[in-house]
């Protein structure tokens, strides 16, 4: 009965088989179509934000676009490097007494501007005038007993000459000469020991500079070592600055071709100059825990702009390139082929030209290979452009035109390593401060 059923029941399932291989074929097709699809249009969205645009593109049909357009032309590019600085005099005295004893004059107002030599404070100087002259007269008591001695030695030489006296008796005494005159000079050392005391008891200072705030008030015992008040030397004064061991090898080649290294002092924001100096001295080795070296750039500081300890921008001048090709910054795109401007031709249209970047200053950058000068490169205006777009020049033709000026001390600028984009390493420093004749939007 089972096996009848069976029979029946298998021809009804192999008439099913073929509409089943047919839909799934018809199922699978329109998959791989899916799937095909979306693979384009992915494909589309991650390349074309990357790649230079096509001739042609989806703006070829909206009419020729205004763009700003700046002239490629030649000047001076600063090589500079910048970092943070501290401001350091080069002297700070602590003024401390070397003898003990009551504080009893103060010769200064804290703040005031003092000389070398000039009077500060004065400890009371009669406990060791005192002993100066005790001193004194255990000397002349000495010098008198010497000559006693002396006086008895030459009378035993006579004797001895006549063999009243034996030998033994002259030598003893012109042993106790000796003795007398050791105690002499003990005697001297001990005065000139309270001179110095009481030289030290009228302290004055040992530098130019200013006074602090002081420390003990008259009528204090102070004892040896005890902070009378601090005098810092503010001009001359230095800035120390700390940059890369990589920038070592090119400022050296410099200071040993006896060139003079100007140094700009900018305030906390980088934007003031406050002073100008000159590059005096590189540290002797380079600090392992940050691959940096110090600097010392020395400021006169007439106007006492500086401050010991503030905190400053340093920026070093370390080399001039004369006469190179430069756009403005503004000109330079990024993309696959890696640095690029939109070349304007005569005929109105635009080409992508691959460029080759050098040093920026400011807001122009060296070209060292891609442009001549006389080229018209689009400054504004190439967010919507692509290769062979037509364009017109907003406000003219744009011929003969060139961009606008960047400052020429290159302040809030930042600053970016020679022959690399900005961003890399040396985050602390920038490198501007433009020379050249910049170009003009037409």
Same mark, same amino acid.
């Given at each position: 009965?089972?096996?009848?059923?069976?029979?029946?029941?298998?021809?009804?399932?192999?008439?099913? @088989?073929?509409?089943?291989? =047919?839909?799934?074929?018809?199922?699978?097709?329109?998959?791989?179509?899916?799937?095909?699809?979306?693979?384009?249009?992915?494909?589309?969205?991650?390349?074309?934000?990357?790649?230079?645009?096509?001739?042609?593109?989806?703006?070829?049909?909206?009419?020729? /676009?205004?763009?700003?357009?700046?002239?490629?032309?030649?000047?001076? $590019?600063? $090589?500079?490097?910048?970092?943070?600085?501290?401001?350091?005099?080069?002297? #700070?005295?602590?003024?401390?007494? +070397?003898?003990?004893? +009551?504080?009893?004059?103060?010769?200064?107002?804290?703040?005031?501007?003092?000389?070398?030599?000039?009077?500060?404070?004065?400890?009371?100087?009669?406990?060791?005038?005192?002993?100066?002259?005790?001193?004194?007269?255990?000397?002349?008591?000495?010098?008198?007993?010497?000559?006693?001695?002396?006086?008895?030695?030459?009378?035993?030489?006579?004797?001895?000459?006549?063999?009243?006296?034996?030998?033994?008796?002259?030598?003893?005494?012109?042993?106790?000469? /000796? /003795?007398?005159?050791? #105690?002499?000079? *003990?005697?001297?050392?001990? $005065?000139?020991?309270?001179?110095?005391?009481?030289?030290?008891?009228?302290?004055?200072?040992?530098?130019?500079?200013?006074?602090?705030?002081?420390?003990?008030?008259?009528?204090?015992?102070?004892?040896?070592?005890? #902070?009378?008040?601090?005098?810092?030397?503010?001009?001359?004064?230095?800035?120390?600055?700390?940059?890369?061991?990589?920038?070592?090898?090119?400022?050296?080649?410099?200071? =040993?071709?006896?060139?003079?290294?100007?140094?700009?002092?900018?305030?906390?924001?980088?934007?003031?100059?406050?002073?100008?100096?000159?590059? *005096?001295?590189?540290?002797?080795? $380079?600090?392992?825990?940050?691959?940096?070296?110090?600097?010392?750039?020395?400021?006169?500081?007439?106007?006492?702009?500086?401050?010991?300890?503030?905190?400053?921008?340093?920026?070093?001048?370390?080399?001039?390139?004369?006469?190179?090709?430069?756009?403005?910054?503004?000109?330079?795109? %990024?993309?696959?082929?890696?640095?690029?401007?939109?070349?304007?031709?005569?005929?109105?249209?635009?080409?992508?030209?691959?460029?080759?970047?050098?040093?920026?200053?400011?807001?122009?950058?060296?070209?060292?290979?891609?442009?001549?000068?006389?080229?018209?490169?689009?400054?504004?205006?190439?967010? =919507?452009?692509?290769?062979?777009?037509?364009?017109?020049?907003?406000?003219?033709?744009?011929?003969?035109?060139?961009?606008?000026?960047?400052?020429?001390?290159?302040?809030?600028? @930042?600053? %970016?390593?020679?022959?690399?984009?900005?961003?890399?390493?040396?985050? %602390?420093?920038?490198?501007?401060?433009?020379? +050249?004749?910049?170009?003009?939007?037409?």
């Amino acid at each position: 009965m089972d096996a009848r059923v069976e029979d029946r029941q298998r021809p009804v399932e192999d008439k099913d @088989r073929p509409a089943r291989s =047919r839909w799934r074929l018809v199922w699978g097709t329109l998959g791989l179509a899916a799937a095909a699809l979306i693979a384009v249009a992915t494909w589309h969205v991650v390349t074309m934000p990357s790649t230079p645009p096509a001739r042609g593109g989806r703006f070829a049909d909206a009419g020729p /676009q205004p763009v700003g357009v700046a002239t490629v032309g030649k000047g001076d $590019i600063r $090589i500079t490097l910048d970092a943070l600085g501290t401001v350091t005099p080069l002297a #700070t005295v602590t003024i401390k007494p +070397q003898i003990a004893g +009551q504080l009893t004059e103060v010769g200064f107002q804290e703040g005031q501007a003092v000389k070398k030599g000039d009077f500060l404070a004065q400890i009371d100087p009669r406990p060791y005038q005192v002993a100066l002259e005790q001193d004194q007269g255990l000397l002349a008591h000495d010098q008198a007993v010497l000559a006693q001695a002396q006086s008895t030695l030459a009378r035993d030489q006579e004797m001895l000459k006549q063999n009243a006296i034996s030998r033994q008796q002259v030598d003893d005494q012109a042993f106790l000469v /000796q /003795q007398t005159q050791g #105690t002499i000079q *003990s005697d001297q050392a001990q $005065i000139d020991s309270q001179k110095l005391n009481l030289a030290y008891a009228h302290i004055v200072s040992p530098v130019d500079g200013r006074v602090g705030l002081r420390q003990v008030d008259p009528g204090n015992y102070v004892q040896v070592g005890d #902070t009378l008040v601090i005098v810092t030397q503010l001009h001359p004064i230095s800035v120390v600055f700390s940059l890369p061991e990589d920038d070592l090898p090119q400022i050296q080649a410099r200071l =040993r071709a006896g060139a003079g290294l100007p140094v700009i002092a900018f305030d906390r924001s980088g934007t003031t100059q406050i002073a100008t100096g000159t590059l *005096s001295t590189l540290d002797n080795q $380079i600090d392992t825990t940050t691959g940096t070296v110090k600097l010392r750039a020395a400021f006169d500081n007439a106007d006492e702009t500086l401050f010991p300890n503030q905190f400053v921008n340093a920026r070093l001048l370390v080399d001039t390139q004369q006469n190179v090709v430069t756009v403005p910054a503004a000109v330079v795109q %990024h993309g696959a082929p890696g640095a690029f401007v939109y070349l304007v031709g005569a005929d109105g249209t635009v080409a992508v030209r691959p460029i080759r970047t050098g040093a920026s200053d400011g807001g122009m950058v060296a070209v060292e290979d891609g442009l001549q000068p006389g080229d018209r490169v689009v400054v504004d205006g190439t967010d =919507r452009l692509r290769d062979g777009a037509h364009v017109t020049v907003a406000g003219g033709d744009g011929a003969g035109q060139v961009a606008p000026a960047a400052p020429a001390d290159g302040s809030g600028q @930042r600053r %970016h390593r020679q022959g690399t984009d900005e961003g890399g390493q040396g985050q %602390h420093r920038r490198r501007d401060n433009q020379t +050249q004749q910049p170009s003009a939007n037409p």
